[in-house]
């Protein structure tokens, strides 16, 4: 059982462009939470999604910032027209429905020039 | 809301030193706590959980105990190896939703 997938691993985008990041969760996992960490900081809760539902997108920022998890397919959160503070570590992380231990994958790192 | 608060870093100890990692939280239920642990370039592995009050976490000589009285679970082993470099997080667990501290960097010197 493969843990949960996250990539690319780096991505470089200049000012403006979009930013997608993708996560596949581990086998028979249909809850998918993403976190921002920024630099020398601990992780941002973003979003929580259930296949083709999002639960609680509480702390992405209102603009710029989408997540889905399509019923196929991996999980998506997408960063239109990227700024310098969006540079981070995005982690994905996945649980089963009814357990509340999270596993997390190896993050992508973002950084905007 | 929830939060958790844990101690500063960096710290830094020499080996078969006893560390200890405090971690207090708030939260207006009854959540699960958890300390992951993040090595350098990795993402976040889960190093033990307690799911109710006076539960022990352990895995690998940590430990953490789960104490209502004082909200608190603070990470302890008794004598840490340089391979227990990392950023050390505790969490907590409610409404399907983790709460994480800001991380306690820890380096061992041999």
């Known amino acids: 059982n493969a843990g949960v997938m996250q990539n690319p691993r780096h991505l470089v985008r200049r000012r403006g462009q979009e930013a997608r990041l993708r996560c596949s969760p581990m086998k028979g996992h249909s809850h998918v939470y993403w976190y921002r960490q920024l630099p020398e900081e601990g992780l941002k809760f973003m979003v929580y999604?259930?296949?083709?539902?999002?639960?609680?997108e509480s702390g992405m920022p209102k603009e710029r910032f989408s997540a889905e998890f399509p019923k196929e397919g991996p999980s998506i959160l997408r960063i239109q027209q990227v700024v310098r503070g969006d540079s981070a570590a995005y982690f994905c992380?996945?649980?089963?429905?009814?357990?509340?231990?999270?596993?997390f994958g190896q993050g992508t790192r973002l950084t905007v020039v | 809301g929830d939060s958790v608060t844990q101690m500063e870093g960096p710290v830094t100890l020499s080996e078969e030193a006893f560390l200890t990692i405090n971690c207090t939280y708030t939260a207006t239920g009854y959540p699960s706590l958890f300390w992951y642990v993040q090595y350098p370039g990795e993402g976040l592995q889960l190093l033990l959980k307690a799911t109710k009050a006076d539960d022990k976490g352990s895995n690998k000589g940590f430990e953490a105990t789960y104490r209502k009285e004082t909200t608190s679970f603070h990470l302890e082993k008794g004598s840490v190896q340089v391979s227990d470099s990392a950023v050390y997080f505790c969490a907590l667990s409610q409404n399907e939703k983790l709460t994480f501290g800001t991380g306690t960097r820890l380096t061992i010197i041999p």
């Open positions: 999604l259930q296949k083709e539902n999002i639960i609680d």
């Open positions: 992380a996945s649980s089963p429905s009814i357990s509340n231990e999270a596993f």
